[in-house]
């Protein structure tokens, strides 16, 4: 059973979220990326990021899902906290209210 079978399943309130990278655009032209940035990976990373992304809206879309995909910039490094994840992803739940 995979985590979105459980939750169709067994959690029909809750919003999913995965985490994506900017890896799906690629080498862009123009900068700042945006949503609207246009897709187009150059490694197999990115691609397959962006296969997942896909995967997720069509299956979140066909069995009334709420979903979010976040698409992470230079979520790892040197000096980042380790948190850095956990204290993003919070922020954002606040700030779009995707509570319950």
């Known amino acids: 059973m995979t985590l979105l079978d459980a939750i169709r399943k067994f959690a029909s309130d809750c919003v999913f979220i995965s985490f994506s990278s900017a890896s799906v655009y690629g080498n862009p032209v123009a900068l700042p990326i945006n949503e609207n940035t246009?897709?187009?990976p150059v490694s197999s990373y990115g691609y397959h990021k962006y296969m997942e992304e896909l995967a997720i809206l069509e299956y979140a879309s066909l069995h009334q899902i709420r979903s979010a995909t976040l698409r992470?910039?230079?979520a790892y490094?040197?000096?980042?906290r380790r948190q850095v994840i956990w204290?993003?992803?919070s922020k954002i739940i606040t700030s779009i209210g995707l509570t319950h």
């Open 77 to 80: 490094g040197e000096r980042l």
């Open 38 to 40: 246009p897709i187009k």
């Open 87 to 89: 204290d993003l992803t």
């Open 72 to 74: 992470i910039f230079s």
